[in-house]
């Protein structure tokens, strides 16, 4: 069983930034470098969808058009970290932002059929 657990949400301004944090845990969690991280979000009455992923190392990233440019998504190993730096938001970006894991040591997935784990979720709110 893997443990993804979110911080770091909150209400911020539009234009504010925040930082999300997701770390992984877990009994038979063997070695984080086996797994691409994403983050997705979820806003009400709509589907989850892709945000950003990263590949087992952080050398390769994907985003989202909606986001790219205003997101960054990291990661720490040492940690068994993973973060994403949000700026510029807009009220639009308001969601539940979910962290996930894929097992895969190549690439990183964009679709939430792909994941492994998810986190239970972090609501992100962006007045106007």
């Known amino acids: 069983q893997v443990q993804l657990v979110e911080s770091g949400g909150g209400l911020v301004q539009a234009g504010g930034s925040l930082k999300l944090s997701c770390a992984a845990s877990?009994?038979?969690?063997?070695?984080?470098?086996?797994?691409?991280m994403g983050w997705f979000r979820q806003a009400p009455g709509k589907e989850r969808e892709f945000v950003a992923a990263l590949n087992w190392s952080g050398s390769s990233t994907y985003y989202a058009d909606s986001v790219k440019g205003r997101f960054t998504i990291s990661r720490d190993n040492a940690k068994n970290t993973v973060y994403l730096q949000m700026n510029s938001l807009k009220p639009e970006d308001t969601a539940v932002y979910y962290c996930?894991?894929?097992?895969?040591?190549?690439?990183?997935?964009?679709?939430?059929?792909?994941?492994?784990?998810w986190g239970q979720g972090t609501q992100v709110t962006v007045s106007s």
């Open positions: 996930a894991a894929d097992r895969r040591v190549v690439g990183a997935a964009t679709t939430p059929v792909d994941y492994d784990y």
């Open positions: 877990g009994r038979t969690f063997s070695t984080f470098t086996n797994y691409a």
